[in-house]
């Protein structure tokens, strides 16, 4: 009993932090589309990272006691789910002006396949029959949330497929980020792995911006930008990750995985009350397919197992 409430908080956790990043896709970001990418994921590390230290800088005495692999594995997250990760769905966005969420979806439904994939590699979890037929189920419903019988046309313009190109090296870093993170998990506390995901992402993120010349764009940012990266730093930056790594503490990497997927989902459902783009019959069925297939995931996974 204790062990099935310890997984039910796990998976409310991510679906919340899936939702809180939802509505940073179709409300918060696109505040910032003045300015380079780069420099936007950086801010977007170091900001949330500068906050932290107000209350974790005791953090850093672990330092000292991490193991090469320790300092592999944060290495991994900041690499993949925050460096390269985040620079593809930002970069994605910007491409298309944010008016085709359904780049942001594909990256969603993309995911799952890299993240049990690796889980199944490196974590030596098992994929039962049941769990193969939920997934496949919320895989499938999320391909139809996203473009309803229509096929998707990749060659409609070369901005849209840049697009898709980024969003499928998001899906595989973010999956793998994932992985890695249940792997760290393992070993240190959700707040260490977070504390030092964003502070390693934001000296690989330092680097970048210094290569590509971009250090200068501080002076392009407007007082809207600051209150925005404030604003996202505080709730769907360092909260939404808090919450992330805390609920993955408590579930499987292929429950998280699953659970991510309430991001599409919630970010349609913010852009049509939000923006009024208005969803499909098949799309608001596929929302409702989607959901159960998590619910069938994350809060019965005895019966998975």
């Known amino acids: 009993m204790?062990?099935?409430k310890k997984r039910y908080i796990g998976a409310t956790a991510i679906i919340l932090a899936a939702t809180m990043w939802g509505f940073d896709g179709v409300v918060l970001t696109p505040r910032l589309y003045n300015l380079n990418v780069g420099f936007v994921v950086f801010m977007l590390h170091f900001v949330p990272f500068v906050l932290m230290n107000t209350f974790l800088f005791k953090e850093y005495?672990?330092?000292?006691?991490f193991t090469k692999a320790d300092f592999l594995l944060l290495g991994g997250i900041a690499f993949f789910g925050g460096a390269l990760g985040t620079l593809?769905?930002?970069?994605?966005?910007?491409l298309v002006h944010f008016d085709h969420l359904s780049v942001i979806v594909l990256l969603q439904k993309l995911q799952p396949i890299f993240a049990i994939t690796l889980a199944a590699i490196f974590l030596k979890e098992k994929i039962k029959p049941r769990f193969?037929?939920?997934?496949?189920?919320?895989?499938?419903a999320s391909y139809?949330?996203?473009?309803?019988?229509?096929?998707?046309?990749?060659?409609?313009?070369?901005?849209?497929?840049?697009?898709?190109?980024?969003?499928?090296?998001?899906?595989?870093?973010?999956?793998?980020?994932?992985v890695l993170g249940k792997k760290a998990l393992t070993t240190l506390p959700y707040y260490t792995t977070n504390f030092f995901r964003f502070g390693f992402t934001s000296l690989l993120m330092l680097i970048y911006i210094l290569v590509i010349g971009k250090l200068g764009e501080f002076q392009?940012?407007?007082?809207?930008?600051?209150?925005?990266?404030?604003?996202?730093?505080?709730?769907?930056?360092?909260?939404?990750?808090?919450?992330?790594?805390?609920?993955?503490?408590?579930?499987?990497?292929m429950v998280s995985t699953?659970?991510?997927l309430f991001f599409p989902i919630s970010a349609i459902i913010?852009?049509?009350?939000?923006?009024?783009?208005?969803?499909?019959?098949?799309?608001?069925?596929?929302?409702?397919?989607?959901?159960?297939?998590?619910?069938?995931?994350?809060?019965?996974?005895?019966?998975?197992?």
């Open 2 to 4: 204790e062990e099935t």
């Open 61 to 65: 005495k672990k330092l000292k006691k």
């Open 88 to 94: 593809a769905i930002v970069k994605a966005l910007f």
């Open 132 to 140: 193969i037929f939920w997934g496949l189920l919320a895989i499938i």
């Open 144 to 178: 139809f949330l996203t473009f309803g019988f229509h096929k998707p046309n990749m060659g409609e313009d070369g901005p849209l497929i840049q697009a898709a190109l980024w969003a499928l090296v998001a899906a595989f870093s973010f999956g793998s980020a994932t």
């Open 220 to 253: 392009n940012v407007t007082q809207t930008n600051w209150m925005f990266f404030l604003i996202i730093a505080v709730t769907t930056g360092s909260g939404a990750i808090f919450l992330f790594y805390y609920g993955l503490n408590k579930v499987t990497a």
């Open 258 to 260: 699953i659970c991510e």
């Open 270 to 305: 913010f852009d049509y009350f939000i923006n009024h783009h208005s969803l499909s019959l098949i799309q608001w069925i596929s929302a409702a397919i989607m959901i159960l297939a998590v619910v069938e995931i994350s809060y019965k996974r005895k019966k998975v197992r």
